[in-house]
């Protein structure tokens, strides 16, 4: 899973993360809520990461609601809806585990990922974007 987010955010010219997720990332991901995958057969497809509001440091969540996080698909098999499957599941999750709505962030150049969102209801909420040291980060929210 690692190396499946490492290829999704270090590896796009046009921004984003520069340095590769490592074992510890995903540790710390499982420790702090829920890893959602999507197989093909033995292959690892696509990888998504659900938690609560306050799970882990620098969430975008705020209180009573989810946050989606490091939604990648591998090369192969993107534009198969493999990434629309694994939010969809996480919409799911927010609303019969928790009633609440759903956050996400987003880089500026992530394009594609933003039609996605937009298409499956989820909203801008450009008064909760904030600054990191690798940029801006677009929040994105889905209420029930």
């Known amino acids: 899973m690692a190396s499946l987010w490492t290829a999704a955010y270090t590896d796009d010219p046009r921004g984003g993360r520069r340095t590769p997720y490592a074992l510890e990332d995903f540790q710390s991901t499982v420790e702090a809520g829920e890893i959602l995958v999507a197989r093909d057969e033995a292959r690892l497809a696509g990888v998504v990461a659900f938690y609560m509001a306050g799970a882990r440091p620098g969430m975008i969540a705020s209180a009573g609601e989810a946050e989606l996080s490091r939604l990648a ?14 939010v969809e599941n996480c919409l799911r999750l927010a609303a019969d585990r928790h009633g609440s709505a759903l956050a996400l962030w987003s ?28 940029g801006s980060r677009l929040v994105f929210i889905h209420r029930p």
């Open 107 to 134: 880089r500026p150049h992530q394009i594609e990922a933003h039609q996605l969102y937009l298409s499956l209801g989820f909203h801008r909420a450009p008064e909760r974007d904030v600054e990191d040291a690798e």
């Open 73 to 86: 698909v591998a090369g192969q098999y993107r534009r198969r809806g493999i990434g629309r499957k694994l």
